[in-house]
């Protein structure tokens, strides 16, 4: 069972690739929640049982950093808190039980993080670390007079397997409210301190504390350190010369590209050489070629990929005929929206370069 458990979820962090909002730089992380551990057994050489626990709460902290291209890592910490409730003996009795075991400890994940073109973004995440587990637990009351200790520290290698959401807050930048789900999976069985009486559960000393798994559900907020300075406003457009009363008005023409391309359609080629040819006729002493795009991924992660678009439609007009020393190439990124959208949105309209002829 928890074979499958762990492949299935291990298949959350095989998403198909799409493009991420990224985290850029250095970030800290907190969270809060539940845990509800699986049944865990207890055993010695006189037998064995089957501690069975109640939610409690959980508590994740951690301090990682973001690539800009939507992965990231992060050390963290943790710390669950587990109830038990009761005992299963090897005759299947329900036993009275209290106390319970807390966890904590260290792990390191990577996560990635992906646009949806919503304004939440998914993560997946997975990692691995060490956590030690405290126990102190009793149980006592059936009819064979059954009694059970368990106390001590002890460690164990631990993974994690994470799948969450996360939510930008606007008013506050590099601020994101996140919603998180964690399989955890400690590998190891441990021998703690315990004494033991009893018909089908007997001795002291040592009793061995198999492998333990749980399922978390956390709450938090995450925040980006360094938030990337907003893009330089647009240059204000030169003011037409005094001179030149009878210059035909601008004409523009524009080039539209596939999400995160700054390649050439066939399309694209049509409205290109169009311009170059109406420049050749027309009154022109400038080209304008100024590139945009949508607001998906970062403003700095948009401005290099406008440049990009900029320079290959002012490459194409060479091409075509048109002198080089006749364009000035310009990237604006996610600035001057031809239709207005919030974070995160692939809107086909903003993807573009406009060509004016001056």
Do not use: C
Not at 48 to 55: A, D, E, G, R, T
Not at 224 to 253: D, E
Request: hydrophobic share 35%.
């Amino acid at each position: 069972m928890k074979l499958r458990l762990s492949l299935a979820a291990a298949a959350m962090v095989l998403p198909v690739m799409a493009h991420a909002q990224p985290v850029t730089g250095p970030y800290v992380s907190l969270g809060g929640g539940t845990s509800l551990m699986n049944p865990t057994s207890v055993s010695n050489s006189g037998g064995s049982l089957k501690y069975q626990f109640k939610p409690d709460y959980a508590g994740v902290a951690g301090i990682g950093y973001g690539f800009g291209n939507g992965f990231r890592v992060e050390l963290g910490g943790e710390y669950t808190r587990n109830t038990v409730h009761a005992i299963d003996d090897d005759f299947g009795d329900k036993i009275a039980a209290t106390g319970g075991e807390e966890k904590y400890g260290a792990l390191v994940n990577a996560y990635y993080d992906i646009s949806v073109g919503l304004p939440i973004f998914p993560y997946v995440g997975a990692g691995g670390g060490y956590l030690f587990t405290k126990y102190n637990t009793d149980l006592s009351g059936t009819s064979a007079g059954d009694t059970v200790k368990v106390s001590g520290t002890q460690g164990s290698f631990a993974y994690d397997i994470i799948g969450g959401v996360s939510y930008p807050i606007a008013e506050v930048p590099g601020l994101s409210l996140t919603a998180e789900y964690r399989f955890m999976q400690l590998v190891q069985s441990r021998s703690f301190v315990g004494q033991a009486s009893g018909i089908d559960f007997t001795g002291s000393g040592k009793l061995k504390v198999g492998q333990e798994s749980s399922h978390t559900f956390l709450i938090g907020l995450r925040y980006q350190i360094f938030n990337p300075p907003p893009p330089a406003p647009a240059p204000a457009p030169a003011p037409a010369p005094v001179a030149a009363p009878a210059q035909a008005p601008a004409k523009t023409y524009l080039v539209f590209f596939d999400w995160d391309k700054y390649s050439l359609t066939p399309r694209a080629l049509n409205i290109i050489s169009q311009a170059a040819a109406d420049s050749k006729t027309a009154q022109t002493t400038t080209i304008n070629v100024s590139g945009y795009t949508d607001t998906s991924g970062t403003p700095n992660y948009n401005i290099g990929l406008s440049w990009r678009r900029a320079k290959a439609v002012a490459a194409q007009l060479v091409v075509d005929g048109v002198s080089a020393s006749e364009i000035e190439t310009h990237g604006f990124g996610q600035t001057h929206l031809l239709v207005p959208t919030g974070p995160g949105v692939r809107e086909p309209q903003n993807r573009r370069v406009e060509i004016v002829l001056q």
